[in-house]
C-alpha cells in the first residue's frame, strides 16, 4: 500500500509513536511486582502511565485538523468517511476482547492447533485491514473449519459469553472522541471550540461534585462506587458490561467521556495552531514551538491548581486532569516539533516514526498476541503454563529479580513488536481505518 500521507508532520508521528510504544509497554507486564512509572496511580494521582491515553486522544484532535482542515465543510463526503472510521474503530475495540470467538475447555486440547487457529485469525483481521478481502475470508474459513474439526475430534469447544462482553475499552473511547470531534470541527469555528471545552469542564466539575448518587449517603470522589460517573456506568452498561476489574466502574465510561472529548478537541486546537504555521512558511516556526510551550505550561499548572478542589483522577478523567495531561501533550509535542520538524533532529526518533506509522495496527495485534501468549499453554516440568509463564520462568526470572524481570519482559515485548513494524515499515505498508 503506497504511502498517501501528504505534508505529514514528522514530529506527529515520532509523538505518536512514543505514546504508543508507551501504552504497550504498561500493558505487557512480565509479573508483578512493577516500577511505579509503569503503574497507573491507584484512584486519585497522576503517575507517567496515566500520561499516554490522554495523549493519544490529543493526537487524534491533531491528526483531525490535519486531515479535515482543507475539507470543503459544505460538502457531504467527509461524514461518510468519518462514521466509517468511528465504526471501524469501535469494532477493532470490541474484537480484541472477544477474539479468538471460542475457548477450549478440554484440559487436553493440543496447544499447536490452538496457536495455529489464533494465529489464522490474527492473520485474517489483518489482511481485511489491509482490503484483502477475498485472502481474509479465506484465512477466517479455514479458521473456523479448524474450530469445526477439533470440536468434531471431541474437543470441548464454547463460543464467547456475550453477556459479559465490555461495551466501552480504549478503542471504543477513541472512536466516540474522534466522531464527537469531528462533527464539531466541522461546524464550528474556534471561538466555539473553546466555549464548548470550557463550559463541559465546569459542567463535569459541578455534576461530579454536587449531584447527588442514589443509595449512596455520601457522593464522594474518594470512592469509587459513589460517584455519579460509576453510578451512570453501572445503571446503563450494566455491571456485566463493565471492566472485570473496575467492578463497580469504568474508567472509559460513559459520563467520563465528555471530558475525554475536551481532551481530543485540545489536539484539535493545537492542530490549527500548527497548520497555520505549515501554510505561512517557516518563518514563526520557533514562534509556534515557545507558543506550545508557554499554554502547555499554562494548563499544567491550571491543572495542579484545580487539583485541590477537583483531583486529578484517569478513571473519573477529571477536569483537572484534562488540563494537566493537555498541558504535558503540548510540551511533549512542542519539543518533538522543535528538535525534529525545526531542528532536524531526528536520528533518536527512528524506532518512534516506525511505531507511529502504524500505531493503530501494533495496539491491536500487540493485545492478540498478548492474550495468546496468556492462553497458549506449553509443558513445563510436570505441569503446563502459559507461553508467557514459561517465557519468564525460563528467561527473565533466573537472571533478574522479579521486579526487573517485569520490566525486561516488557522491554523484549516492545523491541519484538519494534522488528515486525519496521517490516510493514520498509515496505510502505501503512494500515489505516
Known sequence: MADDRPQRLVSLDVFRGITIAGMVLVN?????????????????????????????????????????????????????????????????????????????RATDAPDILKLAIWLVFCASLLLLLLRKFLWAAILCGVGIIGIAAMYLAGFTVVGYDYGTLRIAGVLQRIAACYLVTALLFLHTNLRQQIWICVAILLAYWAAMTLIPVPGCEVTSLSDKACNLAAYLDRL??????????????????????????????????????????????????????????????????????WNGWFPMNKALWTSS????????????????YWLIDLKGIRRWAWPFEVFGANALALFVFSGFF?????????????ESVSLHGWAMNHIFLPIAQPIDASWMYALSFILFWLFLMWLLYRKRIYIKV
Request: aromatic fraction near 14%; charge should be positive.
Open 236 to 305: 446503563i452498561l450494566t455491571e456485566n458490561h463493565i471492566w472485570r476489574y473496575g467492578k463497580v466502574y469504568d474508567p472509559e465510561g460513559i459520563l467520563s467521556t465528555l471530558p475525554a472529548i475536551v481532551t481530543t478537541i485540545s489536539g484539535v486546537l493545537a492542530g490549527k495552531w500548527l497548520l497555520a504555521k505549515r501554510e505561512e512558511g517557516n518563518a514563526d516556526g520557533f514562534e509556534k514551538a515557545a507558543g506550545m510551550f508557554f499554554f502547555g505550561c499554562l494548563l499544567l499548572v491550571l491543572g495542579l491548581i
Open 370 to 382: 498478548a492474550r495468546m501468549m496468556n492462553s497458549v499453554r506449553v509443558p513445563d516440568g510436570s
Open 28 to 104: 505487557n507486564p512480565g509479573t508483578s511486582p512493577v516500577y511505579w512509572p509503569l503503574e497507573h496511580a491507584e484512584w486519585h494521582g497522576l503517575t507517567p502511565t496515566d500520561w499516554i491515553f490522554p495523549f493519544f486522544l490529543f493526537i487524534v484532535g491533531v491528526s483531525i485538523s490535519i486531515s479535515l482542515g482543507r475539507v470543503e465543510r459544505t460538502s457531504p463526503k467527509p461524514y461518510g468517511r468519518i462514521f466509517r472510521r468511528s465504526a471501524v474503530i469501535y469494532l477493532l475495540g470490541a474484537s480484541v476482547s472477544i477474539l479468538p470467538f471460542f475457548q477450549f
Open 321 to 336: 486532569y484534562v488540563l494537566a495531561t493537555t498541558g504535558l501533550a503540548l510540551l511533549f509535542l512542542a519539543c518533538c
